[in-house]
Every structure is written in structure tokens, then in C-alpha cells.
């Protein structure tokens, strides 16, 4: 799963054989953090804590070996063909099915398995073999939601996309996460139809589920454990999971909730005056949970086990997958797109739309994950609501910060500035933090639940937002900015008397007076893996939403998560509705409807902007081509089409596959790589990047196709970004009866660039009066090779 930020306010068993041997586990073990405020004053001769115990290393780990498509129908001979490939290693079946994890055999062709590395290295140079990867963790990366995009299609409509689609009835929404609290009211099935037929997925029993707790609104559970046990010290238990479909940590929960929770009437919120409805995306839609992720080392999946939740998800017939999981993109790597693009590659090929994070490495350039093209890669927004406590000084002038405490009125209470935690200097009093640098490095101030041990009444924080942190609801915490904590600095230095300050339990603000952002932890373009293609996508509410609390000791918030990882199922929920709406849209029509349509405001008409260090204006990569407008997506009028074909020039292009390779992925033999002259610019992605423009004329090719009006013509207008020239040929696009596909060229001059730049942003719209198909255009200057700028 996707990191998310915490927001203040839950089939196949083990195929491992228990004769496998077991690697030592006896170590030390970890040392506990030192939160004692100052030095300690020790002699220096004083022993320090003992070293941390070296990374865990299992004797045998788990490697995935990846084949291609695959080359029988019955999955049974294609996990007979992988145990006959572990076979020419380790030398006989027996050995072979001691080893074997999983055999991926419906979606695609591969398996994973336990083997010396040596035997991995063997097996990597088999002609069967396309790729070796040895396997890794990934991390796990609502009321407002649908009145504030609802907004966009003011006046409301009972014609919209929700009733016209019956609210998603008859979807099936997989969702590929931490498991699932069935129990919730969010999975109630009152009303609903009967299962579709095309569903051949179960519900698997096991600790604390059974089938049982299916019904038609989850209509299949399954959990997948195998590849994360082999890489753990020890395997997990039942004392500190679930081990089975049963959600722990509530990640799985929220997000299933979001993209498809029943409606749940009379939700109330601290600081809200009235009682409001929460639902899903698509609320009549149902769910299949994947249990791939796990409650372990703060939120844990396998890659073998999430591959093993592809492959089956796509034998059991799911029309979407909501995967809010991903890795971390450091640097140029193959291996990074293969965790996630894989398998989704083969869902898409199959025409289910796979929709994934852009990650939580924000406000960081170049941090996005799940940036291939196939996948829809979604940015979290703030809403507009805010959850904002007051401090009050005694001169009567009151501040707001955020704040999720929900506990009683503090009286007025001495306040200090300080630079250190001890229990001393804190006792009975709130404090106050400055985010300070030294040598240009943040200094850590102390988390809240460390102050609140010492003895502290509440907590300041004068931080950026993308420093804040976790507060706990019962703790008077309030993050301030910059200007607004000095104002409360100001007013401790200048007040003749020790300064008191009251605080407030948290209020909830609503409406257009309250800005909407990109959050800070949304991760940037461009894709540092392939700079041509845009990602962030579509960008979406992920920040606050008010989802079911799992019941559990460890969370007692309402927004337990929040992130890129909420954004996701937003936008899976309003893929499932608009592939109700149109049955015959590919995946790559959907994410084109949702990009050319989608806005550069919030609802109220106010432009975005992006958190970080600094605040600034939002541009596309911070949120693709916007936040997303469901209704205008019904009717986008042109899109921008792509099928495998694209996805292989792709992979030639920039993951250098090779024919061989793209022959395995298809299972087709006359498939091969787009010859040399073919460019990776011109992939037809509803977008365009050139992030080397060298000052001579760059023509990229884009093809529409036309799914409005049939006779119709549409013609540019173009928003050039800063000190570029831009041209389109032709200057307008003709459809009728014998045309709904045109082609058109758009060539991009440095103009009055002379040196290497950022990139620049702008936009190019097709219109015909009543469709505005918008992509965004993003360029940087290259006149020095290897050189930033």
C-alpha cells in the first residue's frame, strides 16, 4: 500500500513445505530510541547503544519469474510448465514443489519461488525466462467528497452519471489492499441485485472470516500471505494479524468504503452542526478484496503476493482494480516498473482499467510512481474543509491552526518557545516549536505523543505541511504557519507578564472560502523512468475523507488514512460508472475522458495550488491534467485511444524490450518493437512532454477519435507555454460518417529559450463549441546535454 500520511483526527494458503530449512533467527534486538531531552551527561567513556542488528536475510528468498502470456488455456498445464522449469535446476518434482510459492496461471504466466540465489541465476538465463525479479515489499500508499465534486455540475441533475448508471449496479470493483471489515454498514447489501453472472471469484474462510460474512455487496474475499512470510524474521501469526481476508489496520476498509460503500446515513463529526451521508463512488457497485497487504513493519505487500491478487482477480472477473499500493522511484529502473506494471499490463490488455497512486514522496520533483501508461495514476487533493482549533492570547485576538483535537476547552495556560523537550522545562505548560535548519538540514522537534509524556498541556508546531505530524485527537496539537506563529512569538516577547494562550477543540469549516490544494505528500512529475510521459494523470479528493473506523484499540480517529491512496478508489469508483456509461470504452478512452475534461479550479472557480516547501500555483505535475469532473467525462467528445500496440513501443522504447520479450508478453510471435525511428514522444497519450527540447523544431503526432457528435469540427486553441512556439497542423479536424479518427501534428520551437530551462507549462484544446478536449503540454529546453541547467 501507498504510505499514506495518518491523518489526525482491514487464496491461496502457503505452498512453502514445512521441511524447507529454516534460517537462524537469534540476533539482538532493536534498541529503543533515546527520547530523553539534552545530553546525557555521561562520562566518555560511556558505552553507547549497541549497533543495530543487520537487515534480515532469509537462506532461501523469494524470486518471481516472470514468461509472458500464456501458452496453455487450462491453468493447470501452465503450473505443470513452471514446475518443469524449477525442475531443470533443483532436479526433481518433489524439490520443485517445495520450492514454489505461487504459479501465476490465469491473468498471465509465472511463478514464484523459494531458491539459493545461485539456482535464481540459473534460472535467469532460461529461454522460457523473461524477466527475474527477486521480491520486495511495497507499502500501502467519504461525506464531502461527492458534494464537492458535484459541485463542477451545478445544476444538480437527476440525469447524471450516478443515476444513469444505477450507482455502478452490476460492477464489480476489485480492490487489491489490506483486507476488508465486512461488517462495516458500509458493506451492507440491502437493495441490492443479484451477483453478476460473470463472477467466478469466492470467499475464502479463515481466522475471524468466513464465508458468511459475503453477501452481494462483497461478494468475494480472498488473502495472500506466502511471499511475505518468507522474507519476515518470523512468519506472522494470529496474535498480531488476521490471517485471512479480515482487515487490521482499517487501510483496506477506508479504501473500499470510498470506492464503493453502501450510502451510511447520519454520520456526524466533531465541530459539524448537522448530520451528513457518507458513501461510495459507485455505492451499488460490488467489491472483491485482495488481501496482498499486511499490518507488518507499518504496513507491508509482498510483490509475489500482489501479483498472485492480479492473476486471480482477473480470472474471477472483476470490471476494474483499485490498487493503492506502489514502491519508491529513486532512480531510472526497470525493476521499478515491474512490481505493479506487469501484472497490470495484463488486466488492461483484457480490458480492465487498473487505477494506482502517484505516491506520497511529495512535494519532492520527479517522485511519482505507477507511471506507465497503461495504469491510471492518481493525485490526492485537499477538499474544501478544514479542520481548524483557535488559539486565543489575552489580548482577544484569536488564531486558527489546524488541529484535530476534539477534547475540552484548555483555560489560559502559560506558553513557552522552546528548543528542547525535557520533562522540566515543559511540565503544566503549552509549547511551542519552530521548524528550524542547521547547516541546511531540518532539526527534529520532538512528536507530539513525546511532549505529551513530559508532562506538556499542548503542543505548537510552526512547520511547512509537508513537516506536520500525526496528532492524536485527545492532545491539544496545532500545526500553525509561518506568519501565523510568529504572530504568537511576537506576542510571548512583547507581553510584560508570563504570555497565556487558550486553545479551542477543532471546528469544521466548509465552502469556498476554504482553498483547495494539492496535498504536500502528493508525488510530483515528472517520471524520473520515462520524463516523456506525464504523471501525475487525474488528480482527485484524497485528504480527510470521512470513511468507517474499523474497531480496533490502536485507531479511534475519523480520518485514519489520507493520501494518494484515498485518491485512488475516488477515481476506480468513477472508472466503474463510466464503463457502465460506456461499455465499449477501452481503459485508455476512460483515462483520456478523465484527463481532457478534467479542471484546473476547484469547484468553486478558485485555481488549484500545490503544498510543499513553498506554496505555488498547481501545474501538471502536480495533478496531471486536474482534478477530476465526472460529468463533463461522460461526454469528452474526442479521446485519445491506445491499445497494446502503444504499450510495446513503450516497453521498446524505454524499459528496452526486446522482440523476444514483446513476442512473450503477447503470447504472439509476430509482435515486435516499433522500428528505430519511432519516438517515444509520439505515443498517443491524451498529453505531451519534451523534457529535451535542443531549439530546432520538435513535431510530435497525436490521433483522436471523435465518440460525440458524428459530423462535427473542432479547431485549436493553444496556451503556449512561456517563451515557446507552438504550431498544429491542420488548423481544424473534420469527423463525419466516414471519419471518427484524425490525425493531427503539433511542432514545438524553443522560440526566445537560449538556455537549458525547467520545464514550462500550457495547453492544447480541441474545441467544437461545445466540447473543450484539453490535454496539457509540458516542455524544458536541453541545449546542454547531461547538464541541469
Not at 507499502?139 to 444513469?164: C, H, I
Not at 491510471?376 to 481548524?388: H, K
Request: net charge negative.
Amino acid at each position: 500500500m501507498v504510505a499514506d500520511s495518518p491523518q489526525p483526527a482491514p487464496l491461496e494458503t502457503s505452498h512453502a513445505s514445512p521441511d524447507m530449512p529454516e534460517p537462524d533467527f537469534s540476533g539482538p534486538e532493536e534498541p529503543e530510541p533515546d527520547f530523553g531531552g539534552g545530553d546525557s551527561g555521561g562520562p566518555p567513556d560511556t558505552p553507547g547503544p549497541p549497533p543495530p542488528p543487520p537487515p534480515f536475510v532469509p537462506e532461501f528468498p523469494v524470486y518471481i519469474f516472470y514468461l509472458g502470456e500464456r501458452k496453455h488455456d487450462d491453468p493447470r498445464l501452465v503450473t505443470q510448465s513452471h514446475l518443469e522449469i524449477l525442475k531443470s535446476v533443483l532436479g526433481s518434482e518433489e524439490a520443485a514443489n517445495k520450492s514454489m510459492v505461487y504459479s501465476y496461471h490465469h491473468g498471465f504466466s509465472g511463478f514464484a519461488a523459494k531458491l539459493k540465489p545461485a539456482d535464481a541465476e540459473k534460472l535467469k538465463n532460461h529461454p522460457d525466462v523473461m524477466i527475474l525479479l527477486e521480491n520486495r515489499k511495497l507499502v500501502m500508499q467519504t461525506t464531502r467528497t461527492w458534494d464537492y465534486l458535484g459541485l463542477f455540475s451545478t445544476p444538480a441533475s437527476s440525469k447524471g452519471l450516478l443515476n444513469e448508471t444505477n450507482m455502478g449496479s452490476g460492477a464489480i470493483i476489485g480492490v487489491i489492499d489490506s483486507g476488508i471489515w465486512s461488517e462495516s454498514g458500509a458493506f451492507d447489501d440491502n437493495g441490492y441485485g443479484p451477483i453478476p453472472k460473470h463472477w467466478k471469484g469466492e470467499c475464502v474462510s479463515a481466522d475471524q472470516f468466513s464465508a458468511a460474512d459475503c453477501n452481494r455487496k462483497l461478494i468475494g474475499a480472498k488473502y495472500y500471505i506466502d511471499g511475505l512470510n518468507a522474507d519476515l524474521r518470523t512468519s506472522m501469526n494470529t496474535s498480531s494479524e488476521h490471517i485471512s481476508p479480515r482487515d487490521h489496520n482499517g487501510h483496506g476498509t477506508q479504501v473500499s468504503s470510498t470506492v464503493a460503500g453502501s450510502f451510511v446515513s447520519n454520520v456526524t463529526l466533531p465541530g459539524l452542526s448537522y448530520a451528513s451521508t457518507m458513501r461510495g463512488a459507485a455505492p451499488k457497485a460490488h467489491i472483491a478484496m485482495y488481501k496482498a497487504c499486511w499490518d507488518v513493519e507499518g504496513g507491508k505487500c509482498s510483490v509475489a503476493d500482489v501479483w498472485k491478487a492480479f492473476d486471480e482477480a482477473i480470472h474471477d472477473g472483476v470490471d476494474v482494480l483499485s490498487v493503492s499500493i506502489g514502491g519508491s522511484v529513486e532512480i531510472k529502473s526497470l525493476d521499478v516498473e515491474v512490481d505493479i506494471a506487469i501484472p497490470a499490463l495484463h488486466a488492461v490488455n483484457k480490458g480492465i482499467p487498473v487505477v494506482s497512486p502517484a505516491g506520497n514522496g511529495g512535494s519532492r520533483s520527479a517522485s511519482v510512481i505507477n507511471v506507465s501508461p497503461w495504469i491510471l495514476t492518481v493525485a490526492a487533493t485537499t477538499l474544501d474543509r478544514s479542520f481548524s482549533a483557535s488559539v486565543t492570547l489575552e489580548n482577544n485576538k484569536t488564531l486558527l491552526g489546524e488541529s484535530r483535537y476534539a477534547g475540552p476547552e484548555i483555560g489560559f495556560t502559560d506558553v513557552i518557545f522552546s528548543r528542547d523537550h525535557g520533562v522540566d522545562q515543559i511540565k503544566g505548560k503549552v509549547v511551542m516549536y519552530f521548524e528550524a535548519k542547521t547547516n541546511g538540514n531540518p532539526m527534529p522537534m520532538p512528536m507530539p505523543d513525546i511532549v505529551q509524556e513530559n508532562g506538556a498541556i499542548g503542543v505548537i508546531y510552526v512547520n511547512n505541511p509537508i513537516e506536520r505530524f500525526e496528532c492524536p485527537e485527545n492532545f491539544p496539537c496545532i500545526h500553525l504557519d509561518y506568519d501565523i506563529g510568529a504572530q504568537i512569538y511576537y506576542y510571548m516577547e512583547t507581553t510584560r507578564r508570563p504570555p497565556k494562550i487558550k486553545i479551542g477543540p477543532y471546528k469544521t469549516i466548509i465552502g469556498e472560502s476554504v482553498a483547495s490544494k494539492v496535498g504536500a505528500s502528493s508525488a510530483r512529475g515528472p517520471s524520473s523512468f520515462s520524463p516523456a510521459i506525464l504523471k501525475p494523470d487525474i488528480a482527485a479528493p484524497g485528504v480527510t475523507l470521512a470513511t468507517p473506523k474499523i474497531p480496533t484499540d490502536e485507531d479511534t480517529r475519523e480520518f485514519a488514512y489520507a493520501g494518494t491512496s484515498m485518491a485512488t478508489p475516488v477515481i476506480a469508483g468513477i472508472v466503474a460508472l463510466l464503463k457502465l456509461s460506456h461499455p465499449d470504452w477501452s481503459p485508455a478512452i476512460i483515462k483520456s475522458a478523465l484527463v481532457t475534461t478534467a479542471m484546473k479550479t476547484d469547484p468553486h472557480g478558485v485555481p488549484l495550488t500545490a503544498d510543499g516547501s513553498t506554496h505555488k500555483l498547481a501545474d501538471a505535475f502536480d495533478y496531471g491534467g486536474g482534478l477530476v469532473n465526472l460529468e463533463k467525462a461522460t461526454d469528452p467528445g474526442l479521446v485519445y485511444d491506445m491499445d497494446i500496440n502503444d504499450y510495446i513501443h513503450y516497453l521498446c522504447s524505454e524499459a528496452s524490450y526486446t522482440d523476444k520479450r514483446v513476442s512473450a508478453l503477447t503470447g504472439n510471435v509476430i509482435n515486435k518493437c516499433p522500428s528505430s525511428g519511432s519516438s517515444i514522444l509520439d505515443l498517443n497519450v491524451p498529453s505531451i512532454t519534451i523534457p529535451s527540447l535542443k531549439g530546432n523544431n520538435i513535431t510530435v503526432t497525436r490521433t483522436v477519435t471523435n465518440v460525440g457528435n458524428v459530423d462535427s469540427v473542432y479547431k485549436p486553441v493553444i496556451e503556449a507555454p512561456l517563451g515557446f512556439d507552438i504550431k498544429v497542423s491542420p488548423d481544424k479536424l473534420v469527423f463525419n460518417k466516414g471519419t471518427n479518427k484524425v490525425a493531427f501534428t503539433v511542432s514545438v520551437s524553443s522560440g526566445s529559450h537560449r538556455a537549458n530551462s525547467a520545464f514550462y507549462f500550457g495547453s492544447l484544446t480541441w474545441s467544437d463549441g461545445l466540447h473543450n478536449v484539453t490535454i496539457p503540454v509540458s516542455v524544458r529546453t536541453r541545449f546542454l546535454d547531461n547538464y541541469f541547467l
